[in-house]
């Protein structure tokens, strides 16, 4: 099973609207972490907004909101009042706990496929 | 110079040559990752270094080699590699390994002819 599911390849969103990007997850880690990044056009990867797995209120950072629903395992991105230069690729991320073939731990991310979002003026 | 730096930003090899990237993060941190997009392929982590020592090694083929002479600078120099391996390679730091949020660089395209 995908640990990561962004299930919508592409958006459309008009200047000054809100949009809402999917990402489910899948981990039995019971500590984790939720991360959204940016990938505009120029290729660096941006990042967003975090939410902690016991973080009882969802993330907020500017017009980027995290609609974090534990029991159905979804992190969905909210982008309010779209702007034009809100047009890039977007990705979730999840970290877990991994131990390497020593036994020492360290947070692994595993990102999702992505949704490209374009923004209509 | 603020961030994490990539350089080249973009580099066009042979099969045959061999050729360095580089990384370089101004934020203090103490981890730093090399991770690899292809086409079509999610991000897929490669090294994971904690304080100049590699903790992660995700199954990477020999023909990748890391280096990281302190926190700083992370290198990976690349020989004989195959058109497959043409992708966006991205360069990342966090505080510390476990938990910290990553912080990318602008990424090396990289095209092997």
């Known amino acids: 099973a995908q640990k990561i599911t962004q299930t919508q390849p592409g958006m459309f969103v008009q200047e000054k609207e809100a949009v809402t990007l999917d990402c489910t997850y899948d981990?039995?880690?019971?500590?984790?972490?939720l991360f959204w990044y940016k990938q505009p056009s120029s290729g660096e990867m941006i990042f967003l907004i975090y939410?902690?797995?016991?973080?009882?209120q969802n993330a907020t950072e500017g017009r980027y909101s995290l609609n974090f629903q534990k029991a159905r395992k979804s992190a969905n991105l909210v982008i309010s009042a779209s702007q034009l230069g809100d047009s890039a690729m977007y990705f979730c991320?999840?970290?877990?706990?991994?131990?390497?073939?020593?036994?020492?731990?360290?947070?692994?991310?595993?990102f999702g496929q992505g949704t490209i979002l374009t923004v209509h003026p | 110079e603020t961030g994490v730096t990539q350089t080249p930003r973009h580099l066009v090899m042979g099969m045959t040559n061999k050729k360095s990237l580089k990384c370089e993060q101004h934020l203090g941190h103490n981890a730093m990752y090399w991770y690899k997009q292809s086409a079509k392929k999610p991000l897929e982590l490669m090294f994971v270094y904690s304080l100049e020592e590699r903790v992660e090694n995700n199954s990477v083929p020999s023909r990748f080699s890391p280096e990281c002479p302190n926190s700083s600078h992370l290198f990976l120099h690349l020989h004989t590699l195959q058109p497959e391996d043409s992708a966006l390679y991205l360069c990342?730091?966090?505080?510390?390994?476990?938990?910290?949020?990553?912080?990318f660089g602008p990424g090396t395209r990289l095209t092997v002819l």
């Open positions: 991320a999840m970290r877990e706990r991994i131990f390497n073939a020593g036994g020492t731990s360290y947070g692994k991310l595993t």
């Open positions: 990342a730091s966090s505080q510390e390994f476990e938990t910290d949020t990553q912080y």
């Open positions: 981990t039995s880690d019971p500590s984790y972490g």
């Open positions: 939410q902690g797995s016991y973080d009882q």
